[in-house]
Nanobody
Framework: QVQLVESGGGLVQAGGSLRLSCAASGRTFNVYAMGWFRQAPGKEREFIAAIARSAGTTQYADSVKGRFTVSRDNAKNTVYLQMTSLKPDDTAVYYC????????????????WGQGTQVTVSS
């Protein structure tokens, strides 16, 4: 497992932007595919974005395509989620997660999770 810490959440008005960061421990960050998930009150955990080890492949949920961008900097052991045109429906706790080698959209396939960061979008 790898230790993950999210940051960058907060309160923003509809139409605004936020950039989330996820910092990983250790020297083997480049062997992990990374994902971003979110969970709103009363709802199931939802996949939103993922990025492969090399950053050459990304995947997005339909609900965020064109608005969110996932990226990574392996030299800094960090993955990012740039969120623009935020909507009240984006309000949730956002989590980053890691799994060995292969990119995935399924939360059950990730073995390491951060503590989460709250994103609240007001109308």
């Amino acid at each position: 497992q790898v230790q993950l810490v999210e940051s960058g959440g907060g309160l923003v008005q509809a139409g605004g932007s936020l950039r989330l960061s996820c910092a990983a421990s250790g020297r083997t960050f480049n062997v992990y595919a990374m994902g971003w998930f979110r969970q709103a009150p009363g709802k199931e955990r939802e996949f939103i974005a993922a990025i492969a080890r090399s950053a050459g492949t990304t995947q997005y949920a339909d609900s965020v395509k064109g608005r969110f961008t996932v990226s990574r900097d392996n030299a800094k052991n960090t993955v990012y989620l740039q969120m623009t045109s935020l909507k009240p429906d984006d309000t949730a706790v956002y989590y980053c997660a890691a799994r060995l080698w292969v990119i995935s959209t399924f939360s059950s396939e990730y073995n390491s999770w951060g503590q989460g960061t709250q994103v609240t979008v007001s109308s």
